[in-house]
């Protein structure tokens, strides 16, 4: 049921319900602690939360949850979730640091075979671009995260992707 409760989360968080997936997604958390499974690879939390955290304006939560999973990951010892976290700490950090840090984890997802995480961090890097007012750079990045989510038929993150290039100009 835990899987199911992290995928509920994340639902709820596209759909804008964000208050009750950060719920969701702490409960998986508290769930995952009680069986002493500190690993969130399996099942990655701790990176939602995190995003989630900071868009909700709790930032001292989202840092405390990003640091943690970026110690897990480097631990764990798989590429993919060392991406995820890094991603998840430069979306929160956010400024240059943190463009950084998502520039590292897309580098990472780059060689690997997960296409979507790929195009999902793709993304994260060309918001955060435009958003410091790169955006020359933002929309290059932006264009290859919309064909690459196009090409996996992952239709929300191509919208999203979408949407940040006309933001982009």
């Known amino acids: 049921m835990n899987r199911l409760l992290y995928v509920r989360g994340l639902l709820r968080?596209?759909?804008?319900?964000?208050?009750?997936?950060?719920?969701?997604?702490?409960?998986?958390?508290?769930?995952?602690?009680?069986?002493?499974?500190?690993?969130?690879?399996?099942?990655p939390w701790r990176p939602a939360a995190a995003v989630l955290s900071?868009?909700?304006?709790?930032?001292?939560?989202?840092?405390?949850?990003?640091?943690?999973?970026?110690?897990?990951?480097?631990?764990?010892?798989?590429?993919?979730?060392?991406?995820?976290?890094?991603?998840a700490h430069g979306t929160v950090i956010g400024g240059e640091p943190g463009i950084e840090l998502i520039r590292a984890a897309a580098s990472i997802l780059e060689r690997l075979p997960d296409r979507?995480?790929?195009?999902?961090?793709?993304?994260?890097?060309?918001?955060?671009?435009?958003?410091?007012?790169?955006?020359?750079?933002?929309?290059?990045?932006?264009?290859?995260?919309?064909?690459?989510?196009s090409g996996c038929g992952a239709t929300a993150t191509a919208g999203r992707a979408r949407t940040e290039l006309r933001a982009a100009g």
Do not use: P
């Not at 671009?129 to 919309?146: F, P």
């Open 13 to 43: 968080a596209a759909c804008g319900q964000n208050h009750d997936a950060l719920s969701d997604l702490l409960e998986s958390g508290r769930r995952m602690s009680a069986w002493q499974w500190t690993s969130s690879a399996w099942i």
């Open 54 to 87: 900071a868009k909700l304006g709790d930032r001292d939560t989202a840092v405390r949850l990003a640091e943690e999973e970026l110690a897990l990951a480097q631990a764990f010892g798989t590429d993919r979730a060392h991406a995820i976290a890094l991603s």
């Open 116 to 149: 979507l995480e790929h195009a999902r961090t793709l993304l994260d890097l060309g918001t955060a671009l435009r958003r410091a007012n790169y955006r020359r750079d933002a929309t290059t990045v932006l264009a290859v995260a919309l064909d690459q989510a």
